[in-house]
């Protein structure tokens, strides 16, 4: 099929959709949609030799996910997408998980203290065999006032019935994306904070399965050579 390129340019005008901006919603559309496996396709053809699962105990489970913005356990923007894209991760690439829904997680926090989360007690109420419990902290979005650039820390703790310490625990080094920044003009700033989350949450996520490593390394060229950096 023949392109019109004065016509595409004037279409990309019209609606705002410039080549970089296309490039981020196609990943965060993929994942926030739960086409994990079609974004697995797409990077497919620069595939490499997948990581090893660092806890492999969740096949089979009935599992919770927990979120934490900077030390608290709440229910804010942050830590609902945080929250839905573990699941999402997890239910398409543990077999036989069962995850607990948020909202009946939600319920439960919320009678917690705030600040004072009882884990054991959370665990017991929602009748789970093991607690994610994800933290990000320090989430900044913007390289001063013409670049988004995600950053942020995260962490991720496993607790599990019966065991009175966490089972399992990882810190994962500051995530900085993309690597060049990304253009204010190409977004708004809900759409990148979705986007960058959505990231993150694969990155916590993929403790919990085999993964390949070369995928970090695919999203971020994509969007640098969408954005001619």
Request: with cysteine; net charge positive; aromatic share 8%.
């Amino acid at each position: 099929m023949n392109r019109n390129p004065k016509a595409d340019r004037v279409n990309q005008k019209r609606y705002g959709l410039g080549p970089g901006l296309a490039s981020v919603l196609l990943i965060f559309l993929m994942a926030s949609t739960g086409c994990v496996s079609l974004l697995s396709n797409v990077l497919y053809v620069i595939k490499g030799k997948d990581t090893p699962a660092e806890f492999d105990e969740l096949k089979g489970k009935k599992v919770a996910v927990l979120v934490s913005n900077n030390g608290v356990h709440t229910w804010d923007a942050v830590s609902v997408v945080l929250a839905k894209h573990i699941n999402l991760h997890l239910g398409k690439k543990v077999k036989k998980i069962q995850l607990v829904g948020q909202d009946m997680v939600e319920g439960v926090c919320q009678d917690q203290p705030l600040g004072q989360m009882d884990i054991e007690r959370v665990m017991s109420r929602l009748g789970a065999d093991y607690i994610i419990d994800a933290s990000i902290a320090d989430l900044k979005l913007r390289e001063g006032q013409t670049l988004f650039r995600g950053r942020s820390t995260s962490a991720v703790v496993v607790y599990k019935k019966g065991e009175t310490a966490p089972v399992f625990r990882k810190s994962f080094s500051e995530y900085i994306y993309p690597s060049t920044g990304a253009p204010v003009t190409e977004m708004d700033e809900s759409t990148f904070q979705r986007a960058y989350l959505t990231l993150v949450a694969g990155r916590i996520a993929r403790v919990f399965y085999p993964y390949d490593p070369t995928e970090d390394v695919a999203m971020d060229a994509a969007i640098t050579s969408a954005f001619n950096f």
